[in-house]
């Protein structure tokens, strides 16, 4: 079974403005443990496209399936766990606390949560941090809450929408390699949105390149190194590695005309 299954699906939003065609005949499909990112261009509807996964929005057409189930199934089913750009923590709340709401909401009993919540802040590096506050931790320990609690309901699909965004780059290149590390031991597939192309390459089995309006998958790349069990530091220094950056730069350059690639961080 996949994770995802998406079929002809596009959407078009109306407002006061006008209308705009966020996205157009999307077809993709992400197998189960499967790592997929989406790039392209700011405005290309790869925001759009996760909401609809998540539930979130709905397709003007065509059908989206998450492991064989609608959306909304899914969500209620709690198949999936999501991580956006903002950590979106609650500062009123522990670590531990903000980890564990997830399994607080679900009624999970509270040694089963204690543990979970342990075995959760281990998993990411913050086994001593449990009785924090957010605005105590830097922003990347505060990104790592965000993912522990992403992850507290094991679900098995992770949809995460620039989740690094905010950080500097040497915070983000490490939480990379934490996020290929806790994927490969969850087993989870994860859809991930970025508009950096190396992060992509680092991160995915396969990066799908959109392009703007209307929002069209105009090429998938499967990278060459896909299938290996995490990702190393040393991979970024792989001629394989630019091989595949420079291959995601010119599959991006040849779906946009190059206005619209500006967008799109190139290092
Ligand atoms: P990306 O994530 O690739 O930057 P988005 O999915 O955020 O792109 O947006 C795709 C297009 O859809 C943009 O033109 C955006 O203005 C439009 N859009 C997104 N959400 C809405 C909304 N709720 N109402 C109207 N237009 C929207």
Redesign the pocket.
Known sequence: MNAVTISGVG?T?D?KEGT?V??EGIDLTIAEGEFVSLI????????????LVADL?QPTTGSIEVFGKTPDRARRDQDYGIAFQQAGLLPWRTVAENVGLPLEIHKTGKAERTARVAELLELVGLSDFGGRYPDQLSGGMQQRVAIARALAERPRLLLM?EPFGALDEMTRERMQGELARIAGETGAAVVF?THSIPEAVFLSDRVVV?S??P?RITDALTMSFAGKTGREEGLREQASFFEMVTAVREALHQGSPTTAVRGVETR
Request: with cysteine; aromatic share 4%.
């Open positions: 959407k939003f407002t705009t966020a996205l392209g261009p700011s405005g290309c509807g790869k925001s759009t496209l996760m909401r929005e929408d949105v959109m703007p309006r929002g």
